[in-house]
C-alpha cells in the first residue's frame, strides 16, 4: 500500500520496518484528540481561506464517520498506516476523495502529536484528581469516626506516644492534597497549545494559532515551534506527579499490610478485597495492599525511561519520543485503578478500635507525658527527669506491666521527689489530648485539621 509520504520512496517498506516504526499498536487510544484536532485545524484552514465552508463540511462530516467507526469497534488499524495520525488522515481520503488530502496543509505530524498527546496527558491529570478528591473525601470521613479512637504512634516503628486513629488518617490525607496540588500546578504550567507550529519552524500560512488555543479550551498558544515539537516535560511532570502519588500509596499500602496481619490486627480487609491462599486454607491474605505498594515500582520506571528518551535528545522533533506514549499510558492506567481500588479497600475495611487501644496500652506511651509531669509539677530538670522516668519503666517492665497501670501511691514510693496527681497524666487519653498545639493529636486539633481540609475540598468542589 502506498504510504501518504511515498512521493520519494522506490521501494516498498519491509514488514519488520512497519512493525519497529509503527507506533497505531498504542497511540490508537489517541484517536479522540486526533480527530477533535483535525476538527479544529481545519476550521482555522477555512478561516484564513485554505479551505471552503463547503470543504470544511465534507472534511467534518468524515471525520465524524470516522470517530462513529472508531466507536462502534468498525475501524481498521492498519500496522501499515504507521500511527494514529496517518490512519485517521488516510481513512479520511478513502472517504471523501480529493477534498481530504487538503486537510494536512499547514500542519505537520509533529504539531499533530503534540497536540492529542499534551491533550491525553492534560485530560488524565484532571481525572486523577478527581480520583484523589474522592480519596481523600473517603479519608476525611474515616478520619472524623475516630478523633477519639485511641492507638499508638510510631517512630521507628516502635512505640512512641498515644496518638488517635482520625489523626494518622488525616496524615494520610496530607499526602493526597500535595499531590493534588502538584498536579493542578503542572496542568498550568502545561496548560498551552501546539498546534499550527508545523514541523519545526512554522508555516508560511497565517495560522490563526489563538483561535486554535481558544477552540480546545488552552490558555495560549506556545510560544516557540522548535520548542513546541520538542518538549515533552508536560509528559514528565505527569509521570513524576504519578511516581509521587504511587509512592504515597505504597506507604499507606504497607500499614494495611501490617495493619491486617495478627500482630496488629487494627483493620480487617473486606473479603470482597481479600484473597485466599492454594495450599493453606486459613489464609486471607492482602494482595490488594501488596499490590498497591508493588505498582509503585513500574511507576517509577515509566519515569526514568522518559528522563532517558529525552537526555541528549537535538532539538527539534526526533522519533525517539515516539518512546513517550506507552510510559505515560501504563502511569496513568496504573495509577487510575490503585486509587479507584484504595478507595474501595479504606471503605469497606473494619476498624477495631479494641485492638488500636489494646496495643496503645503496651511500650509506655505515656513515658513522656511522666517526663513533662515531673519537669513541670516537681522542679525537676529535664534530663534527670528522664532519667528517673526511664528507671520507672524498668521497675514496670519487671512487673510485666505498663506504666499507665502503676497505681499512684507505687510510684510516690520509687522516688521522693515525685508529687501527688502522676496517676492522671499517664492516662492514655489525657497523653493524647495533652498534644493540644496546632498540628497535634489532641482531639480538638484533629478536629480543627479535618475541617480545614474538608473547607479545601469544598473549596475545589466549587472550582
Ligand atoms: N508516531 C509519531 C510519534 O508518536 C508521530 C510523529 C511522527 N513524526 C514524524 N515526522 N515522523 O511521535
Given at each position: ?19 519497529f ?8 487510544k ?8 483535525s476538527k ?11 479551505l471552503?465552508e463547503?470543504?470544511?463540511?465534507l ?7 470516522i ?6 469497534n ?9 500511527d494514529i ?7 479520511l481520503?478513502r472517504?471523501?476523495g ?9 500542519r ?7 497536540l ?23 479519608l ?28 494518622h ?7 493526597f ?9 503542572s ?5 498551552y497549545m501546539p ?13 490563526d494559532?489563538?483561535m486554535?488555543?481558544k ?35 505504597s ?10 496481619s ?18 493453606m486454607?486459613?489464609?486471607k491474605?492482602?494482595?490488594v495492599?501488596?499490590?498497591l ?13 522518559l ?13 525517539d519520543?515516539?518512546?513517550d ?13 490503585s ?12 476498624i477495631?478500635k ?9 511500650g509506655h506511651?505515656?513515658?513522656?507525658d511522666?517526663a ?5 509539677e516537681?522542679?525537676?530538670a529535664?534530663r534527670e ?17 505498663d ?17 501527688k ?9 489525657a497523653?493524647?489530648n ?6 497535634g493529636?489532641a482531639?480538638?486539633?484533629?478536629q480543627k ?5 474538608q ?9
Amino acid at each position: 500500500m502506498a504510504k501518504l509520504w511515498g512521493g520519494r520512496f522506490q521501494a516498498e517498506n519491509t514488514k519488520l520496518l512497519e512493525q519497529f516504526n509503527a507506533s497505531i499498536p498504542f497511540d490508537y487510544k489517541l484517536w479522540k484528540y486526533d480527530i477533535l484536532g483535525s476538527k479544529i485545524h481545519s476550521k482555522m484552514l477555512c478561516k484564513i481561506g485554505v479551505l471552503s465552508e463547503e470543504e470544511l463540511m465534507l472534511i467534518h462530516q468524515g471525520l465524524d464517520r470516522i470517530a462513529k467507526d472508531i466507536q462502534d469497534n468498525l475501524f481498521n488499524f492498519d500496522i501499515a498506516d504507521e500511527d494514529i495520525h496517518m490512519a485517521i488522515e488516510s481513512a479520511l481520503i478513502r472517504d471523501i476523495g480529493e477534498v481530504g488530502k487538503k486537510l494536512h496543509t499547514a500542519r505537520s505530524r509533529n504539531d499533530q502529536v503534540a497536540l492529542d498527546f499534551r491533550l491525553y496527558v492534560l485530560d488524565s491529570n484532571q481525572q486523577i484528581q478527581q480520583l484523589l478528591i474522592t480519596l481523600m473525601q473517603t479519608l476525611l470521613e474515616i478520619a472524623k469516626d475516630h478523633i477519639h479512637t485511641i492507638m499508638p504512634g510510631m517512630t521507628h516503628l516502635q512505640h512512641a506516644q498515644p496518638v488517635n486513629f482520625g489523626f494518622h488518617i488525616v496524615a494520610w490525607c496530607m499526602n493526597f492534597k500535595r499531590d493534588l496540588e502538584r498536579l493542578s500546578n503542572s496542568y498550568a504550567r502545561n496548560n498551552y497549545m501546539p498546534l499550527g507550529v508545523g514541523a519545526m519552524a512554522g508555516t508560511p500560512y497565517k495560522n490563526d494559532r489563538d483561535m486554535m488555543a481558544k477552540d480546545l479550551g488552552f490558555i495560549a498558544p506556545t510560544l516557540n515551534a522548535m520548542d513546541t515539537v520538542s518538549d515533552r516535560d508536560f509528559a514528565l511532570d505527569l509521570l513524576y506527579d504519578l511516581s509521587m502519588i504511587a509512592m504515597h500509596i505504597s506507604r499507606i499500602a504497607e500499614e494495611l499490610v501490617l495493619w491486617s496481619s495478627y500482630e496488629f490486627k487494627f483493620i480487617d480487609i473486606s473479603d470482597a478485597y481479600a484473597t485466599g491462599s492454594s495450599i493453606m486454607p486459613q489464609k486471607k491474605n492482602p494482595d490488594v495492599p501488596e499490590l498497591l505498594r508493588g505498582k509503585s515500582g513500574r511507576v517509577f520506571g515509566n519515569l526514568f525511561a522518559l528522563l532517558s528518551v529525552m537526555k541528549g535528545l537535538p532539538f527539534a522533533y526526533n522519533k525517539d519520543t515516539q518512546e513517550d506514549k506507552e510510559r505515560v499510558f501504563d502511569s496513568v492506567e496504573t495509577i487510575s485503578l490503585s486509587l479507584e481500588i484504595l478507595n474501595e479497600v479504606l471503605n469497606t475495611m473494619s476498624i477495631s478500635k479494641e485492638n488500636m487501644l489494646r496495643m496503645a496500652q503496651v511500650g509506655h506511651l505515656s513515658a513522656t507525658d511522666l517526663a513533662d509531669f515531673l519537669v513541670r509539677e516537681c522542679g525537676i530538670a529535664f534530663r534527670e527527669a528522664h532519667h528517673i522516668t526511664g528507671k520507672i519503666v524498668a521497675y514496670a517492665e519487671s512487673k510485666n506491666q505498663d506504666i499507665s497501670m502503676l497505681d499512684e501511691e507505687e510510684m510516690l514510693g520509687l522516688d521522693s521527689r515525685i508529687k501527688k496527681g502522676v496517676k492522671a497524666v499517664l492516662n492514655l487519653e489525657a497523653s493524647m489530648n495533652a498534644r493540644d498545639s496546632i498540628g497535634g493529636t489532641a482531639s480538638i486539633q484533629t478536629q480543627k485539621q479535618i475541617e480545614t481540609l474538608q473547607e479545601w475540598i469544598n473549596h475545589y468542589n466549587e472550582k
